[in-house]
């Protein structure tokens, strides 16, 4: 049976009144969590495990609600699950979690005034959770959170759109992770989310975290962080990534919005000068994100690693020249649009010169080529990357280039394709780039830079996420970005057993065990 999988299992079961009493089956079957999305299933969950409680109850660890407007039939059953003594799952996901605690209600939520429901009233009683996922989080969601009293060690948490019902009951640390997740203060490590949001007046608060080592969250532009007030409460931070929602690709091609580069200018100064007041992060190692994001925060302390998403091209690259003087990082990984930005004199040339990039040690950069140098002199161009790199005191790199942009755009290269002679390419550049002996090339920085230990380079041909590049028409028109942007593999589902992941992959209700 350990070798079978869930349908197999559960199938046995059914035809095996022994195998369905046994210890070891329902502990295959719960073993990777369950997974409730209909009234159906809870029923027939429910059945399940008060049919030999003392057996799989010890065997499920994970519970996960994919859906809500449950019944009252189905509540009353969820009711009793959480409330059976025997029941200690250390994780819990809500997903619509709003739907999930307002099952049973009707429309009367809108009217009462009391947040709390008989769902809540339940969920709040587990007191064994260590790790909860948690998303659309409103009103009563809000509530089971102030409420939840076990020693999460792990929480993600995401609310829901600017049109929910936050917006009728305005509540100063409606959003506010530090406060929300108070109970969990001296346990909580690790916290995820999105739509978080301190009261602008409030830069310090007096609850602390000090086992959180990791903080991933996504802000909306103008709710962008207070780093005293996250530093205050999160003082051991080690791992930052942070993300603005709002920040597309094409922010990259045109430059930001007017009102969001004075938003971010504003958030700053802010930052900047409360934590010359107020101190900041003193252990501080990793910050992964967006560029305009970490340009936000303003940071004064130095930083291990510093990894950007997203691109840099001229539009962007003073912004990326402030965050690498504000962190002064010794590992750095970014990727770059655009061959002209090593040109002699560009920002970016004067930037990798400066004394705050002198501390560089290891460099994953990745050039992506603009498709207006499809004419453009590689051999020079590769040149002058390598004498541009060499002023770094790097011990590791690891360079890619990528021309997919300088690839047809209406019949690119098989992801299999090798360079061949008989070949025809859609520019010199491609040619060029396509036929560029790797090897030698990387023994070129190895010859030129005596403090390199490591070196790599690698190709690409991948334009994907770069389409902006192309503009609103000629090569980048719509129809022209929609045959390259679809494959085969887009219409065929990913691994569909982990859609299903809670009763063996595509499998009616009925057909499970229970």
């Known amino acids: 049976m350990a070798l079978s999988g869930r349908a197999t299992i559960s199938a046995m079961m059914r035809t095996c009144r022994t195998l369905y009493h046994t210890s070891q089956s329902s502990r295959l079957l719960l073993q990777n969590g369950v997974i409730l999305r209909s009234d159906s299933r809870i029923l027939a969950f429910s059945r399940f495990m008060l049919a030999d409680p003392a057996t799989r109850f010890k065997n499920l660890r994970t519970l996960t609600f994919a859906r809500g407007n449950f019944s009252d039939m189905a509540v009353d059953a969820i009711r009793k699950l959480l409330g059976h003594p025997l029941l200690s799952i250390d994780t819990l996901v809500l997903n619509d979690s709003e739907s999930v605690l307002c099952s049973g209600l009707g429309p009367s939520i809108f009217k009462v005034n009391d947040r709390s429901t008989p769902l809540i009233e339940s969920f709040v009683r587990l007191t064994t959770l260590k790790h909860l996922e948690i998303d659309e989080l409103d009103v009563c969601a809000g509530d089971f959170l102030d409420r939840l009293h076990s020693n999460l060690v792990s929480a993600s948490v995401e609310y829901g759109s600017a049109s929910s019902r936050w917006n009728r009951r305005v509540h100063p640390d409606a959003h506010n992770p530090i406060v929300r997740l108070a109970n969990s203060a001296d346990t909580l490590e690790v916290l995820k989310g999105s739509g978080f949001n301190l009261p602008p007046a409030v830069i310090m608060y007096d609850i602390v975290y000090p086992r959180v080592r990791k903080i991933e969250a996504t802000f909306a532009d103008h709710w962008l962080p207070s780093v005293v007030a996250y530093a205050r409460a999160y003082p051991n931070l080690k791992h930052l990534v942070l993300n603005i929602s709002n920040i597309t690709r094409r922010s990259a091609m045109y430059g930001l919005d007017p009102f969001l580069t004075d938003g971010l200018e504003s958030k700053r100064c802010?930052?900047?000068?409360?934590?010359?007041?107020?101190?900041?992060?003193?252990?501080?190692?990793?910050?992964?994100?967006?560029?305009?994001?970490?340009?936000?925060?303003?940071?004064?302390?130095?930083?291990?690693?510093?990894?950007?998403?997203?691109?840099?091209?001229?539009?962007?690259?003073?912004?990326?020249?402030?965050?690498?003087?504000?962190?002064?990082?010794?590992?750095?990984?970014?990727?770059?649009?655009?061959?002209?930005?090593?040109?002699?004199?560009?920002?970016?040339?004067?930037?990798?010169?400066?004394?705050?990039?002198?501390?560089?040690?290891?460099?994953?950069?990745?050039?992506?080529?603009?498709?207006?140098?499809?004419?453009?002199?590689?051999?020079?161009?590769?040149?002058?990357?390598?004498?541009?790199?060499?002023?770094?005191?790097?011990?590791?790199?690891?360079?890619?280039?990528?021309?997919?942009?300088?690839?047809?755009?209406?019949?690119?290269?098989?992801?299999?394709?090798?360079?061949?002679?008989?070949?025809?390419?859609?520019?010199?550049?491609?040619?060029?780039?396509?036929?560029?002996?790797?090897?030698?090339?990387?023994?070129?920085?190895?010859?030129?830079?005596?403090?390199?230990?490591?070196?790599?380079?690698?190709?690409?041909?991948?334009?994907?996420?770069?389409?902006?590049?192309?503009?609103?028409?000629?090569?980048?028109?719509?129809?022209?970005?929609?045959?390259?942007?679809?494959?085969?593999?887009?219409?065929?589902?990913?691994?569909?057993?982990?859609?299903?992941?809670?009763?063996?992959?595509?499998?009616?209700?009925?057909?499970?065990?229970?």
């Open 270 to 514: 802010t930052n900047k000068e409360d934590q010359t007041k107020y101190g900041s992060w003193k252990g501080l190692r990793v910050i992964e994100g967006g560029l305009a994001a970490v340009y936000a925060l303003g940071l004064v302390c130095k930083v291990s690693a510093l990894r950007l998403e997203g691109d840099v091209t001229k539009n962007t690259v003073h912004y990326l020249d402030a965050v690498l003087c504000d962190t002064r990082p010794q590992k750095l990984s970014v990727t770059i649009v655009g061959g002209f930005m090593f040109d002699e004199g560009s920002i970016l040339s004067q930037l990798l010169a400066k004394p705050a990039v002198q501390r560089l040690a290891t460099l994953e950069m990745e050039l992506c080529f603009a498709p207006s140098e499809g004419d453009s002199d590689m051999a020079e161009l590769t040149s002058k990357i390598l004498l541009k790199l060499a002023d770094l005191p790097l011990r590791k790199l690891v360079l890619t280039l990528n021309y997919g942009l300088l690839t047809d755009p209406l019949y690119p290269p098989s992801p299999r394709s090798q360079p061949s002679r008989s070949r025809t390419y859609y520019c010199p550049a491609e040619q060029y780039l396509a036929e560029l002996d790797l090897t030698a090339y990387a023994r070129r920085f190895g010859e030129t830079i005596s403090t390199l230990e490591s070196v790599l380079v690698l190709r690409k041909d991948d334009p994907a996420g770069r389409l902006y590049m192309f503009g609103p028409c000629g090569r980048g028109s719509r129809e022209q970005s929609r045959s390259r942007e679809r494959s085969p593999e887009s219409d065929t589902l990913v691994d569909p057993h982990l859609v299903e992941l809670g009763f063996g992959g595509m499998q009616d209700d009925d057909e499970i065990a229970w």
